[in-house]
Each structure stands twice: as structure tokens, then as C-alpha cells.
């Protein structure tokens, strides 16, 4: 802990490790953003608290400023942004339609399409870089393979995994379909996994069938058999490893290293990312 004063003469300096440094500061998205609000407005909003109020106070104009500055891929009006001052009835943009995925995936250029996206930190030290291209490459055949299963908008997707690489893959694609994702980690128990996911009837259950590492693990492959056994609904199960089908599961069964290693996605599964009203759920 610092004594204010030596708090004064660091902030003077920059030296204060967990706060943003001058320079980063102007040249921050959020600086950008400020100015562009008062080139629009006319108002002058020279820091942080006197930005903050004009986002409370005009609550419609600030999010209005924000979709057009954002470039976020929308289709639709902007207007209302908002169809009550009441928060418990309020509506943002009734009539306007995204996809959720699209705009975390969108590529601008060839660069753009090489940055990280996802490092992936193992406990062997090995770390497993995921480029922007490659993200959108994963989550397209994902999706493909799920409009294949015939997901549709509204329809529920479960997933039991452990904190991968695929689990972000499996969300995103859930939600290019305009499905609705909810997971749980394989470490809950059986009726805990169950007690969450039998209200949501799932269409799809995705999971880990091995240990972490690929190691085959029988008790991790029995619960998956246990949960899907007990969701009637389930009409498909993804592993997201080389895991085996779970014995006594009949459905539809198919693995996502086979769906990457597919030549190429389905021609039924368009590639332009449909678009879903604004309030679309997303997670449960």
C-alpha cells in the first residue's frame, strides 16, 4: 500500500504499473470513441466522469454513437434504441439483426486475419497459438456440421468441457446457427450436470470424452453416457476429442477433429453468417 503522496509523484511520472500511462491513455479506442461523441454532439466531454454521465443521461444517443463508430455488422434500423426509460421493460433495438459471431470473427485484411485470437496454455508449457483465420475457419465447419444436425434458431446446445480451445469453437458456432449454448465442467457430478441442462431440453450435447491430454478415461466417458442418457431430447452428441461413443448412446455421433479435417463445409451452410434480432439469447 502507498501513501498518497508517493502516489501523486508516481502518477506524475507514469511509473504506476496498474494504471495506463498518458500516451496509452490518448491513444486508447476509448479516447477515439470520446471524441467522436463530441464531434456528433457538440458537447465538450473532457474526462472520464463527464463521459460516464453523458452515457446515463443519454443513454440512446450514446449507444447510437457507439453502433456507428463500432462498424459492428448489423442489419436493420437503429432506431428506437430503446423502447423504455424503465430498465425493467426496456427493449435495445427491436429492430435490428446481428450475428454474435460474425462480429467477433470478422477479418479486415490479411493481417488482420494472422493475429492471435487464442494462445492456449497446456501444463507441459507448450503453448498453442490460434490465429483469427484459423478461429473462423474452425467455427464455419463447426457450424456447417450443426446445420447439418439440423439446429436451428432457438433451439438449446449443451456442452460438458473443460476450459479448451474447442469449448470456444463449440460456443461460437452455436451461436452462428442462432442456437442457444450452456455448459457445465465435467469435474460437476452427474445430477448437478443434469439439474441444469434437463430444463433447457438440449437438441445437441457436446463434450470431452478423454482425459486432459487425450488419455482415454473410462469414468469420464460413463458420465457423458449418464447425462445423455437422461436428456431425451438429445438427438446428436459432438466429442470434441478422439473420445469413443459412449456406450448405450444411439444418436447421431460425431467427432470435431473429423469435422476440421473435412475437404470442405456443406453447401447448405452459408457462409454470409445469418443474422438474429439484437435480444437473441445467446448463453443460458
Known amino acids: 500500500t502507498r501513501r498518497s503522496s508517493d502516489l501523486t509523484q508516481l502518477e506524475s511520472r507514469d511509473e504506476i504499473g496498474d494504471l495506463p500511462?498518458?500516451?496509452?491513455?490518448?491513444?486508447?479506442?476509448?479516447?477515439?470513441f470520446r471524441a467522436y461523441c463530441e464531434r456528433h454532439t457538440h458537447l465538450t466531454l473532457p474526462d472520464a466522469r463527464s463521459f460516464h454521465d453523458f452515457s446515463v443521461q443519454e443513454f440512446r444517443t450514446f449507444w447510437k454513437l457507439f453502433l456507428e463508430?463500432?462498424?459492428?455488422?448489423?442489419?436493420?434500423?437503429?432506431?428506437?434504441?430503446?423502447?423504455?426509460?424503465?430498465?425493467?421493460?426496456?427493449?435495445?433495438?427491436?429492430?435490428?439483426?446481428?450475428?454474435?459471431?460474425?462480429?467477433?470473427?470478422?477479418?479486415?485484411s490479411r493481417a488482420d486475419g494472422e493475429r492471435p485470437a487464442?494462445?492456449?496454455?497446456?501444463?507441459?508449457?507448450?503453448?498453442?497459438r490460434i490465429s483469427r483465420r484459423e478461429l473462423r475457419h474452425r467455427v464455419a465447419r463447426l457450424a456447417a456440421e450443426l446445420h447439418r444436425l439440423e439446429v436451428a434458431p432457438g433451439d438449446r446446445v449443451v456442452a460438458?468441457?473443460?476450459?479448451?480451445?474447442?469449448?470456444?469453437?463449440?460456443?461460437?458456432?452455436?451461436?452462428?446457427?442462432?442456437?442457444t449454448f450452456s455448459s457445465a465442467t465435467p469435474e460437476m457430478g452427474t445430477s448437478a450436470i443434469l439439474s441444469r441442462f434437463q430444463q433447457?431440453?438440449?437438441?445437441?450435447?457436446?463434450?470431452?470424452?478423454?482425459?486432459?491430454?487425450?488419455?482415454?478415461?473410462?469414468?469420464?466417458?460413463?458420465?457423458?453416457?449418464?447425462?445423455?442418457c437422461d436428456l431425451p431430447s438429445v438427438q446428436a452428441m459432438i466429442a470434441l476429442d478422439?473420445?469413443?461413443?459412449?456406450?448405450?448412446?444411439e444418436a447421431a455421433?460425431?467427432?470435431?477433429?473429423?469435422?476440421?479435417?473435412?475437404?470442405?463445409?456443406?453447401?447448405?451452410?452459408?457462409?454470409?453468417?445469418?443474422?438474429?434480432?439484437?435480444?437473441?439469447?445467446?448463453?443460458?
Request: glycine content about 4%.
Open 21 to 32: 500511462v498518458d500516451s496509452a491513455v490518448r491513444a486508447s479506442q476509448m479516447t477515439e
Open 69 to 108: 463508430w463500432s462498424t459492428i455488422a448489423v442489419e436493420g434500423t437503429s432506431e428506437p434504441v430503446c423502447t423504455d426509460d424503465r430498465c425493467e421493460f426496456a427493449t435495445f433495438f427491436p429492430d435490428l439483426r446481428l450475428n454474435y459471431a460474425e462480429n467477433l470473427l470478422r477479418i479486415e
Open 118 to 128: 487464442i494462445t492456449v496454455c497446456t501444463r507441459s508449457g507448450v503453448a498453442e
Open 160 to 179: 460438458v468441457v473443460r476450459n479448451t480451445s474447442e469449448a470456444v469453437v463449440a460456443a461460437l458456432a452455436t451461436a452462428a446457427v442462432g442456437a
Open 200 to 228: 433447457l431440453s438440449p437438441k445437441v450435447l457436446i463434450a470431452h470424452l478423454s482425459a486432459p491430454g487425450g488419455a482415454k478415461d473410462d469414468r469420464v466417458t460413463q458420465r457423458i453416457a449418464e447425462v445423455a
Open 242 to 249: 478422439e473420445g469413443d461413443r459412449p456406450a448405450g448412446f
Open 253 to 284: 455421433f460425431v467427432r470435431l477433429p473429423d469435422i476440421l479435417a473435412k475437404s470442405s463445409a456443406p453447401d447448405s451452410w452459408k457462409a454470409e453468417w445469418p443474422r438474429f434480432p439484437f435480444n437473441h439469447p445467446l448463453f443460458i
